[in-house]
Structure formats: C-alpha cells, structure tokens
C-alpha cells in the first residue's frame, strides 16, 4: 500500500525553527517527485514547494512566500522528504501535507499531478 | 502566478443532482489543470488530471472539461459521499496554484 507518513508538528515561536520530515512506503521513493503543500486553519490549499527526483537532479521550486526560508529536500536511501522551515511567521501557521507529485505522461504531455497525500500535520506559529 | 477563480464558493444540492463548479485561470494554462475533493479534517483526494483524464478508481459521475481559461469540474448524479469541497489546481507554470475551492453541501 502506497503511504505516505509526516512527522509531529508543533508549536514554534515567531522566528523559530522546524523540521518536518514523511516517511514514504509502497512505492519506488527515488523515482518519484515529491511536494508540500500546506492549508491554513479554514482556508484553501497553498503550493509550498517540490523536489525532482535524483535524475532530474533534485532540482527544488518554492512558493514565494516560503522562498529563502523553507528548504526541501530528501533521502532517498530513508524513502524520507524533509521539510525545513526556518524564520517561522504567524503566516506559516497551516497543516502541512506531504505529496507524491509524478508526471503522467498522456497524448505527448507531461501532466504533474498530486496523486498520494500524506495525513497533514499542524504547525502552529504563535508567541 | 496565476490566479485560480472558482465558481460559485458555494453551493446546496441535493442527492442525485447534476453539479457543475467552473474554475477560471488567470492565464491560459491549456489542459493543464487537475481537480481534488476534500472532506472536513481529511487530506485532499486527487480526482482529475489533464482537464479531463479521470484518475483511476474515480467513479465515473466525476468528469472534467475545458481548454485553456474556463474549465468545468461536473458530477453527474450527486451522492452522500460526494459532499465536500473542491479545488482546481493548474500546473502549467510554478508555482502551481489552487483556486479558492467550492464547498458543496447538502440542501
């Protein structure tokens, strides 16, 4: 079975640190691009970021308002995606959910699509 | 970026309805545009792919249209589990973003 598992979240300071960490199982974890994409409290769904995989040389892409300050990256030997989030804000406050983002290939296009989502964890960023 | 609209934010149906939400980008993003279901306190479920590609294990009253700036998300025949909220995400250009979302409850 395709799983996707993050770590606890937490409560941090403004101005503090977190890493959080998804272990994934049942599938081919070095193959795969991964993403995060996080949901503050009642609202929508928000793009963080992604990591290729090691072929398509871990190249990462952000969302500007995580730019500079959130750094993905993964251990394929683990089957583990790392979420690195410094510099918290009271923005950053959302459960953030790891992804499988794979590329669908279909009539000559490339279709990247969030297929497999982890449970979500809450970060809350508060003093 | 691209802005993703969504409309209506809302809506009440009832069960065996015919439901259409529209997603409108900002720019055109040809077919690149998926669609997600999500239940209250639940990570999203993935539901369509390229505009139209329904993903597999997907019940087939779900089905998608659309080309570049207008897209439709329909249901055919609207069922108890299918209440929910759903968003439009494209993927054409980074960074990826989802429209606001269309809550659909009961009437």
Not at chain 1, 17 to 35: H, N, P, Q
Not at chain 2, 26 to 48: C, D, E, H, M, V
Request: proline share 5%; hydrophobic share 30%.
């Amino acid at each position: 079975e395709v799983q996707l598992v993050e770590s606890a979240g937490g409560l941090v300071k403004p101005g503090g640190s977190l890493t959080l960490s998804c272990s994934a199982s049942g599938f081919i974890f070095s193959d795969t691009w991964m993403s995060w994409v996080r949901q503050a409290p009642g609202k929508g769904l928000e793009w963080v970021g992604r990591i290729k995989n090691k072929t398509d040389d871990e190249t990462t892409d952000y969302a500007a308002p995580v730019k500079g300050r959130f750094t993905i990256s993964r251990d394929d030997s683990k089957n583990t995606l790392y979420l690195q989030m410094n510099s918290l804000k009271t923005e950053d406050t959302a459960i953030y959910y790891c992804t499988m983002s794979p590329n669908y290939y279909e009539s000559g296009h490339y279709y990247n699509v969030f297929h497999i989502w982890g449970q979500g964890t809450m970060v809350t960023v508060s003093s | 970026d691209i802005q993703m609209t969504q409309s209506p934010s809302s809506l009440s149906a009832s069960v065996g309805d015919r439901v259409t939400i529209t997603c409108r980008p900002s720019q055109t993003i040809r077919t690149y545009l998926n669609w997600y279901q999500q239940k209250p306190g639940k990570a999203p479920k993935f539901l369509i792919y390229g505009a139209s590609r329904l993903q597999s294990g997907v019940p087939s009253r779900f089905s998608g249209s659309g080309f570049g700036t207008e897209f439709t998300l329909t249901i055919s025949s609207l069922q108890p589990e299918d209440f929910a909220t759903y968003y439009c995400q494209q993927t054409y250009i980074i960074p990826f973003t989802f429209g606001p979302g269309t809550k659909v409850d009961i009437k």
